[in-house]
């Protein structure tokens, strides 16, 4: 994934937060939702990409040109 650094600071917040949340489940300290990882995984990851898909630092840093 390449992005601004404010994108990718949130984005690794939000895996920290999933992997954390999981650790939780898996040692049975926590039992939330009924969701698999990787479908919680492929989640975060898709409002990852379309957020920096809107993101125009984003675009600068992956040389995309205005429209």
Sequence with gaps: MVGCS???QVS????LVLGILFLLRDLDIWDF???SW???LFIVMGIGSWSSS???DCKAV??????
């Design 12 to 15: 690794g917040a939000s895996f």
């Design 33 to 35: 939702w009924n969701v």
């Design 54 to 56: 809107k993101c125009p």
């Design 62 to 67: 992956r040389g995309e040109r205005k429209r």
């Design 6 to 8: 404010k994108c990718m």
């Design 38 to 40: 990787w479908t919680a």
